[in-house]
């Protein structure tokens, strides 16, 4: 069988932009700040600017970003005033910044607590979305005889697993899609309503939500994603103040069994079954977009193990949209001792991007160990990518 690996970084999504803007970690602020009536992202931005982590922070935005943190003024005109601020400012990295928080000292968890953002704002831009062009060539690929294919997202968002569940259809299957095995799942509003009952409330008896058994594969999973990062509907159990540790991952599926966002980010007291002990605390698992972008989670190494894996067997594979950024180091030094580890020749090396410099693709080249000239450049952005492939039929 003939494998396919795909490495897919944050580029593929933002192709997709449609009335709302796909932020991308340059960006994530800029693009946050256009959803400040959303009283978690205005909350978790507020607290960066009044802890002084922006580096173009100054007194007068301090006290503004206090008022709103703490709810003391959360009126339509100060809520347009902090976006004006935010989005007047030389652009920063959000990734540089959560890493200032953490080289600060007594922030560590200011990164995970930033995922409730990250969360929300995907979730809220999520319908809005051209995801046609993907469908069609996820359709195409999909459809080519006796093949497997594998994907390597960075990304957290959903955007690329709804369309990957759409089109492989029978040959995706939830208990195996993400290299891991996943045997339950919640729906996102019985979620919501669950969690509704701890609003206000620290102490007392509460009810327990029970999870639901996702239905066995009826067939091999022959397309599998693969997410080091993490992913929005990954809930995995923690302890204390959001220290992630083993243990059975549940899935977000709406009523069609459909992959989606959880609108919270936490569920409390979640039974596996209807006999077992319930866990305190669940969250969605995102590994904190910092330099550092490590996990100690066994359910991440395994996910590690199979990239390395995918790397080794491809046949063809393509990077759609990965900026291969510097915070990314780690990464590529994975990838270059994955394709070290290779026993046969790679036959194609597709490179997908938009207005990349040539030295992009000499990097590309130098970590993927192959030589420039048999790099595949498409240099225009994905859906023109993928309107040629349709089209000419690139094999």
């Known amino acids: 069988m003939r494998q396919i690996a795909y490495i897919v970084g944050a580029g593929l999504t933002k192709s997709l932009e449609g009335t709302l803007r796909v932020p991308l970690m340059q960006d994530f602020v800029y693009v946050l700040a256009d959803h400040f009536d959303d009283d978690v992202i205005l909350t978790h931005v507020a607290e960066m600017e009044a802890a002084a982590l922006f580096e173009n922070s100054t007194t007068c935005t301090h006290s503004l970003a206090q008022r709103l943190a703490r709810g003391d003024d959360r009126t339509p005109a100060a809520r347009a005033e902090f976006k004006a601020v ?134 091999e999973c022959s397309v599998t994603i693969l997410k080091s990062h993490g992913s929005l509907n990954f809930l995995f159990p923690f302890e204390g103040n959001y220290n992630f540790k083993d243990g059975p991952a549940i899935m977000i599926l709406n009523d069609a069994r459909e992959l989606t966002y959880y609108d919270g980010f936490d569920l409390q007291y979640v039974a596996l079954a209807n006999t077992a002990m319930p866990e305190a605390n669940r969250s969605l698992y995102l590994v904190p977009p910092t330099s550092a972008k490590n996990s100690g989670l066994a359910a991440i190494t395994a996910i590690r193990e199979k990239v390395a894996q995918a790397l080794q067997e491809a046949d063809e594979i393509y990077v759609i949209g990965w900026s291969m950024p510097a915070t990314d180091e780690d990464q590529q030094e994975f990838i270059s001792n994955a394709m070290r580890s290779r026993t046969a020749a790679l036959q194609r090396l597709t490179v997908v991007n938009y207005k990349a410099t040539a030295d992009y693709f000499d990097r590309i080249a130098t970590i993927f ?21 349709l089209t000419l039929n690139l094999r």
Not at 116 to 131: E, H, W
Not at 140 to 146: E, K
Not at 371 to 383: D, H, M, P, T
């Open 369 to 389: 160990r192959e030589s420039r000239a048999n790099v595949v450049e498409f240099n225009k952005g994905f859906i023109p990518f993928a309107r040629r492939a």
């Open 86 to 219: 935010l989005q007047g400012r030389p652009s920063e990295n959000i990734e540089t910044l959560l890493q200032r928080s953490v080289d600060k000292g007594g922030n560590e968890a200011a990164p995970t607590r930033f995922n409730f953002a990250i969360n929300r704002v995907f979730a809220r831009i999520s319908g809005t979305l051209n995801t046609g062009p993907l469908r069609k060539f996820l359709r195409y690929q999909f459809d080519l005889p006796d093949t497997a294919h594998t994907f390597i997202s960075f990304n957290y968002d959903l955007a690329l697993d709804r369309c990957v569940q759409q089109e492989a259809k029978e040959r995706w299957n939830a208990q195996d899609v993400y290299g891991f095995p996943i045997l339950h799942f919640i729906r996102p509003d019985e979620g919501k309503q669950h969690m509704g009952q701890f609003a206000g409330k620290k102490v007392g008896a509460f009810g327990v939500l029970h999870t639901t058994l996702l239905d066995p594969p009826t067939l």
